[in-house]
């Protein structure tokens, strides 16, 4: 509940040198957050980029970047060639826990459907995906409209605005983290599935 659908996929390989190893593959917001929040706490967090399509927040506001991506280890990959998706996969099959924000049809096609990882013996123990809607939808969302999606707006003697800049993002993350740190102690392989527009409707409605 609360914009986290969670689906356990049993026990999880135990970690033998006592580190936590983040790979996120997100971009922009949400996701550069969650895997930031693991890094402060202690997590070993390396960040993946598609050298045709960096990470959209480059062009933005420098200082967010920097201040989300600037403790990650960073790997450049070319995902259009085989040989790039190929390494993408050696390293997702290596890491503790994946952050992707990429819809259903776009993990399917690099290789990187969830479920498919978590039941493997090796692999991830947690992955945590972060997109407007969940998994289960195909629509598309940022922080704004998926914090109007979830109900979460200000009012003026105009009518309803917006609460906060891309406000649905921040919140994404936190929740993302915190859900994210949570699987891990678990100790088994789970699939934390974060919607942006539910967590702003958690948000809203507490």
Not at 64 to 93: F, T
Request: with cysteine; aromatic share 4%; hydrophobic share 45%.
């Amino acid at each position: 509940g609360g914009g986290v659908v969670a689906t356990s996929f049993g026990p999880a390989p135990e970690r033998t040198d006592g580190r936590l190893w983040v790979l996120d593959l997100s971009a922009l917001w949400a996701g550069p957050l969650c895997g930031h929040l693991l890094g402060a706490g202690g997590a070993e967090v390396t960040k993946v980029e598609s050298a045709a399509r960096p990470d959209g927040a480059r062009v933005g506001d420098r200082d967010l970047y920097d201040q989300l991506n600037a403790s990650k280890r960073r790997v450049l990959l070319d995902l259009q060639s085989s040989r790039g998706r190929s390494d993408l996969k050696e390293l997702v099959g290596v890491f503790d826990v994946v952050i992707t924000a990429s819809r259903r049809r776009a993990l399917d096609a690099l290789g990187l459907t969830p479920e498919t990882w978590l039941e493997r013996e090796g692999g991830p123990s947690v992955w945590v995906s972060i997109t407007g809607h969940g998994l289960a939808s195909t629509r598309v969302a940022f922080g704004d409209d998926a914090a109007v999606a979830g109900g979460l707006v200000d009012s003026d003697d105009e009518g309803p605005t917006f609460l906060g800049d891309a406000v649905a993002d921040p919140l994404s993350g936190l929740l993302a983290a915190a859900r994210a740190a949570e699987a891990v102690a678990t100790g088994h392989r789970i699939l934390r599935d974060v919607s942006m527009a539910g967590a702003a409707a958690a948000v809203g409605a507490a």
